[in-house]
């Protein structure tokens, strides 16, 4: 739906910005709450940003991709595959295609990542392997691109342009190169020899998030 600022308070125009009063109001419209309010959760590297709320006790996140630098419709067919395989991802109440905002549930605030420590990582870890290996075996994958060589050229290939060059300041050698590319080689042979399985490309611990069931709350 469009939301035409000129019927809002002036005071409300001033201080919200359109895109960000359209994502309250349509959050507002769906769960028939006036006085929800969006606070934002996190950022992504993408274009896609999260807003949490509390409406009836019930905290929801609201995730805004703009529809012309992003496209929900992958994002939201890969959640529901998650969920389906019994995987712990955000569960969707309402979509706006044409605005593209997305409002799911909350998994929660406590990433992996600070709570990470000789005492919890063996537990935290162990609930990140299970569910890995509860995805790979029970996630359809085959009407997906292939995860080959070319994929796995492009993504290796991130390590020295943003680790070594962009945050170390690094340009390796020739010879430096050669043993780098000995390493990819080596990793994509062994690769590429393994049975092809779902991957989500993002599976680290600032994509999980702990929960009480002991199953990770994956993102992203």
């Not at 605005?99 to 990470?116: I, K, W, Y």
């Not at 162990?126 to 995860?147: I, K, R, S, T």
Request: charged share 20%; hydrophobic share 45%; net charge negative.
């Amino acid at each position: 739906s469009t939301i035409i600022l000129g019927f809002l308070p002036e005071t409300f125009r001033m201080n919200l910005s359109f895109r960000a009063a359209q994502r309250q109001i349509w959050a507002q419209q769906v769960l028939n709450d006036a006085d929800f309010r969006l606070e934002s959760a996190s950022s992504d590297a993408s274009f896609r940003s999260y807003w949490r709320g509390l409406s009836a006790g019930q905290t929801w996140i609201v995730m805004d991709a703009p529809p012309n630098q992003e496209d929900t419709g992958p994002w939201l067919a890969m959640a529901q595959r998650l969920t389906d395989a019994g995987l712990k991802a955000p569960l969707i109440r309402a979509v706006d295609t044409e605005n593209g905002f997305v409002l799911m549930s909350d998994l929660g605030t406590r990433l992996f990542l600070p709570e990470l420590n000789s005492k919890t990582v063996d537990t935290l870890y162990g609930q990140a392997l299970a569910a890995l290996l509860q995805m790979q075996l029970h996630v359809p994958c085959a009407d997906l691109p292939a995860y080959d060589e070319v994929r796995l050229v492009t993504e290796m290939e991130l390590m020295p342009t943003w680790f070594f060059e962009r945050h170390l300041g690094f340009t390796p050698s020739c010879e430096q190169w050669d043993i780098i590319e000995l390493a990819f080689r080596a990793l994509i042979s062994n690769a590429t020899a393994q049975t092809q399985v779902f991957v989500h490309r993002d599976y680290h611990s600032r994509n999980l998030m702990i929960s009480e069931s002991g199953k990770p709350g994956i993102l992203d």
